[in-house]
């Protein structure tokens, strides 16, 4: 069983950059791929960034396309989402997740392991 626990959120104002962090609790989690999805108040759970297994390979919605990057240490178990030129919109809670296999999807049923997110507010 995997565990994954997200930091790094926090307010902050438009057009600034903040760095997301996920820990994995166990090295397994090298050989899966990974994502990261928000969900804003109402909303429903939405694709933000994933990654392969190992790194060949990262995916990214539309909306943060170009601002957000999406990264991993497999050697600290570890994956990080840098986002930059923030926007009121990207106001959520962020999510990262484990994926079934070893390849990042937009899909949330592919993914088996969350972590309890963490919030990001951006005040314009």
């Known amino acids: 069983h995997v565990q994954l626990q997200a930091s790094g959120g926090g307010s902050v104002q438009t057009g600034t950059s903040l760095r997301l962090s996920c820990a994995a609790s166990?090295?397994?989690?090298?050989?899966?791929?990974m994502g990261w999805f928000r969900q804003a108040p109402g909303k429903d759970r939405e694709f933000v960034a994933a990654?392969?297994?190992?790194?060949?390979?990262?995916y990214y919605a539309d909306s943060v396309k170009g601002r957000f990057t999406i990264s991993r240490d497999n050697a600290k178990n570890m994956v990080y989402l840098q986002m930059g030129s923030l926007k009121p919109e990207d106001t959520a809670v962020y999510y990262c997740?484990?994926?079934?296999?070893?390849?990042?999807?937009?899909?949330?049923?592919?993914?088996?392991?969350w972590g309890q997110g963490t919030l990001v507010t951006v005040s314009s």
């Open positions: 997740a484990a994926a079934r296999g070893a390849i990042g999807s937009r899909s949330l049923s592919m993914y088996k392991y």
């Open positions: 990654i392969n297994w190992n790194s060949d390979g990262t």
């Open positions: 166990r090295r397994m989690f090298s050989n899966n791929g």
